[in-house]
């Protein structure tokens, strides 16, 4: 401070009273948006939370410390591997005495408009979202009620603020082509995931890094972007294997497209791993049960889900990570759906045997 001067006194916190009457409304309507209530219209809905955190208003934090539920919110609940993110969610959760609430909603990207009317008036200690990102005007509300989210394994590239829990998916795809190289394969495939989702991108990049880093030609026809269910892979690989110069090996972007692979490969005649090896990711229960066990990335699904819920926890209490985004280390698992490539007069005769 300079001798001579003083400080200005400090601005005064603004009422929800001062609120209201800026917002034209009553302080009960201020109090059901709070509160999270549906019987407000969408548009005095709107211009109260405007008003919210234009001035930078909180739900007390008291009252979040009591909430005693989590929320984990898909787009879609019907999947292996969402179990595995609901048991990690659940592991932490019974720890500390809570309960889980799973909802599904919305697309691959981010939950459905009507999800965050939903959300606030159940207002859980914290969310887990499996999506992309989540909508800036969703991230305002949750934030005036100081309800945290984290974002597992984000799809596209969320902002350097957002929470989020991913694993190293660029590491996978380059050790999953690497094991096929160390095969002796030359002429390897990948099915990836959607090609806007950043996951699926990542795990084509190491696949390409481990072609590279071997001298081994990229054939763009060898790259494919499915939607990581089975049919995804089934498809994609009847058009790879039923080609000229088909590959003695395919990386699946996930377990389920290389349970399509296997498929596919079954109806065409090919053998697995004798005429084909294959390679999934994820490494869900599935793929020990599969025939030829599947050899896969393990992705720690669990651990992810575990990380996320613990990181809502320290958010919840006011803790501020240093870096909001962690990446998990995946590692392979080799079973018994990759072998050394067959001999050129043997892959010539299984070849004309899928023309046929």
């Given at each position: 401070?300079?001798?001579g001067?003083?400080?200005?006194?400090?601005?005064?916190?603004?009422?929800?009273?001062?609120?209201?009457?800026?917002?034209?409304?009553?302080?009960?309507?201020?109090?059901?948006?709070?509160?999270?209530?549906?019987?407000?219209?969408?548009?005095?809905?709107?211009?109260?939370?405007?008003?919210?955190?234009?001035?930078?208003?909180?739900?007390?934090?008291?009252?979040?410390?009591?909430?005693?539920?989590?929320?984990?919110?898909?787009?879609e609940?019907?999947?292996?591997?969402?179990?595995?993110?609901?048991?990690?969610?659940?592991?932490?959760?019974?720890?500390?005495?809570?309960?889980?609430?799973?909802?599904?909603?919305?697309?691959?990207?981010a939950?459905?408009?009507?999800?965050?009317?939903?959300?606030?008036?159940?207002?859980?200690?914290?969310?887990?979202?499996?999506?992309?990102?989540?909508p800036?005007?969703?991230?305002?509300?949750?934030?005036?009620?100081?309800?945290?989210?984290?974002?597992?394994?984000?799809?596209?590239?969320?902002?350097?603020?957002?929470?989020?829990?991913?694993?190293?998916?660029?590491?996978?795809?380059?050790?999953?082509?690497?094991?096929?190289?160390?095969?002796?394969?030359?002429?390897?495939?990948?099915?990836?995931?959607?090609?806007?989702?950043?996951?699926?991108?990542?795990?084509?990049?190491?696949?390409?890094?481990?072609?590279?880093?071997?001298?081994?030609?990229?054939?763009?026809?060898?790259i494919?972007?499915?939607?990581?269910?089975?049919?995804?892979?089934?498809?994609?690989a009847?058009?790879?294997?039923?080609?000229?110069?088909?590959?003695?090996?395919?990386?699946?972007?996930?377990?389920?497209?290389?349970?399509?692979?296997?498929?596919?490969?079954?109806?065409?005649?090919?053998?697995?791993?004798?005429e084909?090896s294959?390679?999934?990711?994820?490494?869900?229960?599935?793929?020990?049960?599969?025939?030829?066990?599947?050899?896969t990335?393990?992705q720690?699904?669990?651990?992810?889900?575990?990380?996320?819920?613990?990181?809502i926890?320290r958010?919840?209490?006011?803790?501020?990570?240093?870096?909001?985004?962690?990446?998990?280390?995946?590692?392979?698992?080799?079973r018994?759906?990759?072998?050394?490539?067959?001999?050129?007069?043997?892959?010539?005769?299984?070849?004309?045997q899928?023309?046929a």
């Open positions: 401070m300079l001798w001067m003083s400080l200005p006194p400090p601005e005064p916190r603004v009422t929800l009273a001062q609120l209201a009457a800026a917002a034209g409304v009553s302080l009960s309507t201020i109090s059901k948006v709070l509160n999270g209530r549906t019987d407000v219209s969408p548009t005095t809905r709107a211009k109260v939370e405007e008003l919210l955190e234009e001035h930078g208003y909180r739900r007390r934090k008291a009252s979040a410390a009591k909430a005693c539920l989590v929320e984990l919110v898909f787009h609940l019907e999947s292996a591997w969402a179990l595995e993110l609901i048991r990690g969610v659940e592991n932490v959760a019974r720890e500390h005495g809570m309960s889980v609430v799973l909802t599904e909603t919305g697309s691959r990207h939950p459905g408009p009507e999800w965050i009317e939903g959300v606030m008036s159940r207002r859980p200690a914290g969310v887990v979202l499996v999506f992309s990102d989540l800036q005007d969703f991230r305002a509300k949750l934030d005036a009620r100081s309800i945290p989210f984290v974002i597992i394994d984000p799809a596209g590239d969320p902002a350097p603020d957002v929470p989020s829990v991913g694993s190293a998916n660029w590491a996978g795809g380059m050790m999953a082509t690497r094991h096929l190289i160390d095969l002796g394969h030359t002429r390897i495939a990948a099915i990836s995931g959607p090609e806007d989702m950043m996951c699926s991108l990542a795990r084509i990049d190491g696949y390409r890094s481990a072609m590279g880093m071997a001298s081994l030609p990229i054939d763009p026809e060898l494919r972007y499915g939607n990581f269910h089975v049919d995804g892979g089934r498809d994609h009847f058009s790879l294997l039923r080609a000229p110069h088909p590959p003695t090996a395919i990386f699946a972007g996930s377990d389920l497209q290389a349970l399509g692979v296997l498929d596919a490969a079954r109806q065409i005649g090919l053998r697995v791993p004798e084909l294959i390679v999934g990711y994820d490494d869900l229960q599935l793929a020990q049960w599969s025939s030829p066990a599947l050899t990335v393990h720690p699904l669990i651990q992810m889900a575990e990380e996320a819920t613990r990181m926890l958010l919840r209490d006011g803790e501020r990570p240093n870096n909001l985004r962690l990446d998990l280390a995946t590692s392979l698992v080799v018994q759906s990759t072998a050394a490539p067959p001999a050129p007069p043997a892959r010539a005769a299984g070849a004309a899928q023309r």
